[in-house]
């Protein structure tokens, strides 16, 4: 296994360039399932998670090409519907393939995927609005089952905003038999994303980005250029990396219209933020502490908390943060407190007393953001910071350690240690 070693107290100055996003490209690689002819992907991002779904289209029955700047795939026919436990412990996300391969072959047998490091993360939403649109769904030896010779449109409405859910929900109905209306849907870009490119292909969707989505189904889809989206989570990462440093990051090819509660939480803390259309400039300054709760969009994403908490550690004062998506997701916690933070759980809550300093440690990653969490805080921590199972990293951030790198950074990845 791979791990970073970062040699803090840099301030980070110069310009990155934002990758496209994961969590645009996962639904949008699984909704290439959905036609037979060729989708020409640009700004796909190089990283673990996409090279699974890559893999895993390609064994349903995907040709995948990479070109320069683009990957050509297409799915002329589906020779395999399953995805096994094997995918699926290596990647949640795979849940993502059920929808599209019930829509187009009538039938799909994928794992159910189990909890993970941040949560429970049921997916019952997602089955229960397949059965509505007509499915039968039965598990047995924790594979899920569902056939439907024809889905129907149907009125489904969420207990509660599931991102995947909703796209797995839009992949399916864009095919289905009829009108589907989805009420109390997740708002996220990524999913707007979803239903431009779903669009692009012929479907029918309007609504996306408010939390009630009206799919007319059609009865064939075919393939489309598309450009994904930047990823926002990636330049709020590297916001808060010129924070943390007191540096001055130019990030390009980013969208600050899907950014703004990250913009506003950072200016609270006292960084100066300068806005573009397409591009965001961090100049960091003091660090105040602010408190934060994370919430569905348009609120403060989930996936920036392990990072904002990074910035609170070494804040002015008192800050809480509430986390309200993800019953676990504080693993980060501990690690930050082997640096020197003072961080007390309760509950959902985290009470972070700024400190002065942090200072490098051995340190482990055990979930994605949690990993950008302790990355940043080895950049602004006193001495070398070594962190380890960057696996995790390597899932959701594209040659992070080249592009910090090149703004300044001293980090170094590490081969094939423990
Ligand atoms: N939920 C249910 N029942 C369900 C589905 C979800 O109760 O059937 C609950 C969850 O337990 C959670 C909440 O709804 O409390 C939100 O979960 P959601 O289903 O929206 O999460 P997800 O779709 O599994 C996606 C992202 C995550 C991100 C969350 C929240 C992808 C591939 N994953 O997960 O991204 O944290 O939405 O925004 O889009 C990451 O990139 O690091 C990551 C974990």
């Not at 599209?100 to 993970?116: I, K, N, Y």
């Not at 489904?156 to 399916?172: C, D, K, Q, R």
């Not at 989805?182 to 408010?210: S, W, Y």
Request: net charge negative.
């Amino acid at each position: 296994m791979d791990k970073m070693l970062i040699q803090g107290g840099t301030p980070l100055e110069g310009e990155i360039r934002i990758s496209g996003a994961k969590n645009a490209a996962l639904p949008i690689l699984a909704a290439t399932l959905l036609s037979t002819t060729p989708h020409r992907l640009k700004n796909v991002p190089k990283l673990g998670d996409i090279t699974t779904i890559k893999r895993l289209l390609e064994k349903i029955g995907a040709t995948v090409s990479e070109e320069a700047d683009h990957c050509v795939i297409q799915v002329q026919a589906i020779g395999n519907n399953e995805a096994s436990y094997d995918w699926v412990k290596t990647m949640r996300a795979t849940i993502l393939v059920l929808g599209p391969l019930l829509a187009r072959c009538g039938e799909a047998h994928v794992s159910l995927p189990g909890g993970c490091a941040i949560g429970a993360r049921p997916i019952q939403l997602h089955l229960d609005g397949l059965e509505k649109m007509g499915a039968e769904i039965h598990i047995e030896h924790g594979m899920i089952h569902a056939k439907a010779a024809k889905l129907k449109g149907a009125p489904i409405y969420f207990e509660a905003p599931t991102v995947t859910g909703t796209e797995n929900l839009m992949m399916a109905a864009a095919l289905a038999e009829g009108t589907t209306i989805l009420e109390n849907a997740a708002c996220e870009p990524e999913i707007v994303d979803l239903a431009h490119f779903l669009n692009r292909c012929g479907a029918q969707i309007m609504g996306a980005g408010t939390d009630k989505i009206v799919i007319n189904g059609v009865s064939s889809l075919s393939g489309a250029d598309y450009e994904i989206m930047p990823d926002r989570i990636e330049a709020g990462t590297f916001m808060l990396a010129g924070a943390i440093t007191r540096g001055d990051l130019m990030l390009k090819r980013c969208n600050p219209a899907d950014m703004g509660s990250i913009i506003e939480k950072l200016q609270a803390t006292g960084s100066e933020v300068k806005i573009q259309k397409k591009s965001i400039r961090v100049i960091g300054k003091e660090i105040k502490a602010v408190d934060a709760k994370t919430l569905p969009y348009p609120g403060l994403p989930t996936d920036m908390q392990a990072q904002f908490m990074a910035l609170m550690s070494v804040s002015d004062g008192l800050s809480v943060i509430t986390e309200t998506i993800f019953e676990s997701r504080f693993n980060h916690c501990a690690e930050l407190r082997r640096m020197g933070a003072d961080i007390r759980l309760e509950g959902h809550h985290a009470v972070i007393k700024g400190v002065p300093h942090l200072s490098g440690a051995p340190v482990m990653a055990s979930d994605l953001r949690a990993s950008a969490c302790l990355i940043l805080a080895g950049l602004v921590a006193e001495g070398e910071t070594e962190v380890l199972r960057i696996y995790h990293l390597d899932r959701g951030y594209e040659a992070i350690e080249e592009k910090l790198s090149q703004v300044g950074a001293s980090i170094q990845r590490v081969k094939g240690s423990l």
